[in-house]
């Protein structure tokens, strides 16, 4: 009868082992595909409600940035003024919820960046920025920065833009602006 070297006691462990370890490596395995896939889906349901809180959290901006005969245009708009309406709008206790909804369902660097946005407006009186030259200037890179971060959320992330090119396809002297050569700034 032969006698055990210490290289069969390892191949007998090994052999025990090998299956044992194969089981516990498919079972991490499987956790870690369940913790993606449920992110994903989870990020996928979240998608269409950020989507429809951005259109509607970025709609009062819209209009104070369209221009008087854009708004004109819209027999629905016929003797009201743009900027009182986008104002009350942005006043309305749908739009405070939309801005709860935004805060926790949004991405961070979209919550963020929108904080920013609101607190500029919230601080206009205070500061009188709406007289200041570079009224226009602030907000376009707030409001930039702020469609930026939505862009990224949307699945954008390695997008080479900058705030200002946020907005450059909207408004005709945004470069201008960006540049300070414009008559306001």
């Not at 090998?18 to 896939?37: D, M, N, Q, R, Y």
């Not at 986008?86 to 006043?91: G, H, V």
């Not at 930039?144 to 900058?162: C, P, Q, Y």
Request: hydrophobic share 40%; with cysteine.
């Amino acid at each position: 009868m032969e006698d055990k070297t210490w290289i069969d006691y390892l191949t007998a462990i090994g052999s025990v082992a090998t299956p044992l370890l194969v089981i516990l490596l498919s079972a991490v395995g499987w956790k870690f595909k369940a913790s993606v896939e449920r992110k994903i889906d989870l990020e996928n349901r979240l998608r269409d409600d950020r989507i429809e809180i951005y259109n509607q959290i970025l709609e009062p901006f819209i209009i104070l940035l369209m221009t008087d005969a854009a708004w004109a245009q819209d027999k629905r708009n016929k003797n009201k003024d743009k900027n009182e309406f986008a104002i009350s709008k942005m006043l309305t206790l749908d739009y405070r919820k939309l801005g709860f909804k935004l805060s926790l369902m949004g991405a961070d660097p979209v919550v963020k960046s929108y904080n920013n946005l609101m607190q500029y407006f919230y601080n206009m009186e205070e500061k009188k920025s709406a007289e200041s030259p570079n009224f226009l200037k602030e907000m376009l890179i707030l409001l930039g920065t702020f469609l930026l971060e939505i862009r990224k959320s949307m699945g954008n992330e390695a997008t080479k833009l900058d705030h200002w090119d946020m907005c450059e396809w909207w408004m005709s002297d945004t470069r201008k602006i960006k540049d300070g050569i414009y008559n306001n700034v």
